[in-house]
């Protein structure tokens, strides 16, 4: 498999990129790089690298997005970055997968332009991998939108249960929908109406009906859909409880000399427990709903998050997911007698709305 | 001062809300209960609790509004019930606070029917205090309501600043809108809108902008502001993340024989972890926006989370909360032009979207 990186994104820059590759390459002995960037700075890099090298091809291009800049502007004047050219190697089908650490609303407008979104999908969603006490969960949308309706939740659940399967290889995961209370008449109208077509529907998921906060820790269900907005607030809600938790930990641990003692033959475990919260472990959100597949690293993921995004991009790559996108949109369709997107998108709204 | 305290409520019933009752009385040795309730439950249970008895007056009334029950329901053929009376004794002016661990909508419901809004506001909220880095933040609405537009968000802001001063007993509390980036452009609509009257209002509050969801947990605020759909969810994923992180811990601690150990020897500090996770101490979500003080302790509180429900109810019923409330509420009409609420809801439509 050939995998498009734009060698530059990311706080650490080519270093982390590059050095990530080098993790994923011994893993997958067959995995080919394109590397977009800048040739004087990537070259330095691979000289210690041998065998990397000779799974890599550099393609030259001198500029950078920066964290910074805003999304419209990217499409604007991004047309000579690494990001618009790892974007660029999908758009064209040299590449089924393109990853980049940069800019999250810039990574994804640039797509919207240049890939486009599947037929019948309305609006991308991002996805993450979400720790449970079972194992892990698909959640999205967790900020590509700030809002959307039931139609466009619906979207999401189709395309959330399409990456469910190709990258946990279950037949029929299980899919629910966020909400403030499990009975059908509570919350949101967009969540209740969205709720109605999905049991009406005779989509290959197993719609299991709504799920509240605390579910999704528990994992309660393969696949947790919700709108960009909620999903984003609920996500780093989480990161900031598991920080907060860690701290009281450490401060109770202090307190005294067993607490300190104990801490200290436990540091092994302690260390464990680090891991498994570790977002670079479990980095990686990925942009769902376009004609490819784009893999979104964290910006300051180092080696390891950067491996970690290019396993999660080697398994959407090498699945049929889109194609299953494809046809459970039909089954979505033949429900709701939509006869396709309201509004084909323009990338600027939606770009608009994408948190980094 | 004199709590009016639904003797009945919450899943423990009676045992639990006397245990709870007792301790307060120990804490607090003037203060003295209106017990609502079943006398042939509270008599028995009064009988070994001496000095708690000679600081209760029961008021008999046969029933009890099960946690399953309606809210619309409870409002229709509740008014034989401890949780009516408990209410009522605050409508009427018998006692300024009310405190029931009983079904929260149902709770809400009748406090909406029977107490009635605080003039000029549109909408009640639920309020929460929240662990965070620095100690505790309010966090307002986590389900009172399912969705809200700008004015009620600054209306929000207004209540979680007085319940703040209240309760902190901080001069001028920082507030936030909870938002999915801090700029000015992020976000949906309502969260935009209200951002942009609390920025022109010169209400007595530090008004800090947007903050995201790690921010909560971080302390970045005293008050974070956000509609009732997306706090419940924050609040709950919170609640299921700290519960996922001990359960790893613990799956940690079990693994190697040092951890074990380690785990063994610093069991007090565990144990002070998980006291500072425990939704007990931390208990009591307050009803803000009511023409009087309602204090709803969770369902599955013990005596001690019962005892910190009723800590909160004699911060907020000594303080001048809700003439500060009345007062803000002036300065953002100043602001907004507006001439008051919009909609007076009913009860049912509100009660509808409450969770429990």
């Given at each position: 498999m050939l995998l498009s990186i734009d060698a530059m994104?990311?706080?650490?820059?080519a270093a982390a990129v590059l050095a990530g590759c080098a993790i994923a390459r011994r893993?997958h002995p067959d995995l080919r790089f394109l590397l977009h960037g800048d040739e004087a700075a990537l070259q330095p890099l691979l000289k210690h690298r041998r065998v990397l090298a000779q799974s890599c091809e550099i393609r030259h291009v001198?500029?950078?997005?920066?964290?910074?800049?805003?999304?419209?502007?990217?499409?604007?004047?991004?047309?000579?970055?690494s990001?618009?050219h790892a974007?660029?190697a999908?758009?064209?089908?040299e590449c089924?997968v393109a990853v980049?650490?940069?800019?999250?609303?810039?990574?994804?407008?640039?797509?919207?332009?240049?890939?486009?979104?599947?037929?019948?999908?309305?609006?991308?969603?991002?996805?993450?991998?979400?720790?449970?006490?079972?194992?892990?969960?698909?959640?999205?949308?967790?900020?590509?939108?700030?809002?959307?309706?039931?139609?466009?939740?619906?979207?999401?659940?189709?395309?959330?249960?399409?990456?469910?399967?190709?990258?946990?290889?279950?037949?029929?995961?299980?899919?629910?929908?966020?909400?403030?209370?499990?009975?059908?008449?509570?919350?949101?109208?967009?969540?209740?109406?969205?709720?109605?077509?999905?049991?009406?529907?005779?989509?290959?998921?197993?719609?299991?009906?709504?799920?509240?906060?605390?579910?999704?820790?528990?994992?309660?269900?393969?696949?947790?859909?919700?709108?960009?907005?909620?999903?984003?607030?609920?996500?780093?809600?989480?990161?900031?409880?598991?920080?907060?938790?860690?701290?009281?930990?450490?401060?109770?641990?202090?307190?005294?000399?067993?607490?300190?003692?104990?801490?200290?033959?436990?540091?092994?475990?302690?260390?464990?427990?680090?891991?498994?919260?570790?977002?670079?472990?479990?980095?990686?959100?990925?942009?769902?709903?376009?004609?490819?597949?784009?893999?979104?690293?964290?910006?300051?993921?180092?080696a390891?998050?950067f491996a970690?995004?290019i396993?999660?991009a080697?398994?959407?790559?090498?699945?049929?997911?889109?194609?299953?996108?494809?046809?459970?949109?039909?089954?979505?369709?033949?429900?709701?007698?939509?006869?396709?997107?309201?509004?084909?998108?323009?990338?600027?709204?939606?770009?608009?709305?994408?948190?980094?």
């Open positions: 994104g990311g706080d650490s820059g893993r001198p500029g950078i997005i920066a964290m910074s800049e805003k999304p419209s502007q990217a499409v604007r004047r991004g047309r000579n970055t990001m618009w974007i660029e999908v758009a064209s089908g089924r980049s650490a940069g800019n999250t609303g810039a990574l994804m407008a640039i797509s919207m332009f240049r890939i486009g979104l599947i037929e019948g999908i309305s609006r991308p969603a991002i996805a993450v991998l979400w720790p449970t006490k079972r194992g892990q969960s698909v959640v999205l949308d967790v900020g590509a939108n700030a809002g959307c309706d039931a139609q466009q939740l619906v979207e999401f659940a189709v395309m959330g249960e399409a990456f469910a399967r190709a990258i946990f290889g279950i037949e029929r995961p299980t899919v629910g929908l966020l909400n403030i209370g499990e009975e059908e008449m509570k919350g949101i109208e967009s969540v209740k109406r969205a709720g109605q077509i999905l049991r009406a529907s005779e989509l290959p998921m197993e719609f299991c009906g709504f799920i509240e906060g605390n579910g999704i820790g528990e994992g309660a269900v393969d696949v947790v859909v919700t709108d960009g907005f909620t999903g984003n607030v609920a996500l780093k809600t989480a990161e900031g409880t598991a920080r907060l938790v860690i701290h009281y930990l450490r401060s109770a641990l202090k307190r005294s000399l067993l607490g300190r003692l104990g801490g200290l033959l436990a540091s092994g475990a302690l260390k464990t427990l680090q891991r498994k919260l570790d977002p670079r472990t479990l980095n990686g959100g990925v942009f769902l709903g376009l004609n490819g597949v784009v893999v979104k690293s964290h910006g300051g993921a180092d390891l998050g970690s995004a396993d999660l080697i398994d959407m790559g090498s699945s049929d997911m889109m194609a299953r996108i494809l046809s459970d949109r039909e089954g979505v369709r033949a429900v709701t007698g939509d006869g396709g997107p309201a509004d084909q998108p323009d990338g600027s709204g939606t770009a608009r709305a994408v948190v980094s």
